[in-house]
């Protein structure tokens, strides 16, 4: 059983930053590729960003490009997501998320909101 636990949400302007942070436990998740996804009111969860195993690949949205970057600690467990430039529309509960076989398992989420 997998255990995930985000922090690092909040309220922020326009512009700002954050810093948010998933936090594994249960198993050990350094063979495995890991990933956030966000989902807005009314609308569907949507991929955000997604790192190897190793850490060495990363993958983003086409709408966080350039703005938000995702790592990972693997000794420690933990993948985190440093947000910056954010926008009114990047305001969503953000999810952790990992793949373990055919599982999917998720933390319970972080509300970022971003004021205009």
């Known amino acids: 059983q997998v255990h995930l636990v985000e922090s690092g949400g909040g309220l922020v302007q326009t512009g700002g930053s954050l810093r948010l942070s998933c936090a594994a436990s249960?198993?050990?998740?350094?063979?495995?590729?890991m990933g956030w996804f966000r989902q807005a009111p009314g609308k569907e969860r949507e991929f955000v960003a997604a790192?190897?195993?190793?850490?060495?690949?990363?993958f983003y949205a086409d709408a966080v490009k350039g703005r938000f970057a995702i790592s990972r600690n693997v000794g420690r467990d933990t993948v985190y997501l440093q947000m910056n430039s954010l926008k009114p529309e990047d305001t969503a509960v953000y999810y952790c998320?990992?793949?373990?076989?055919?599982?999917?398992?998720w933390g319970q989420g972080t509300q970022v909101t971003v004021s205009s």
């Open positions: 998320h990992v793949r373990v076989g055919v599982v999917d398992y």
């Open positions: 249960g198993r050990t998740l350094s063979n495995y590729a």
């Open positions: 790192i190897s195993s190793s850490g060495g690949s990363t």
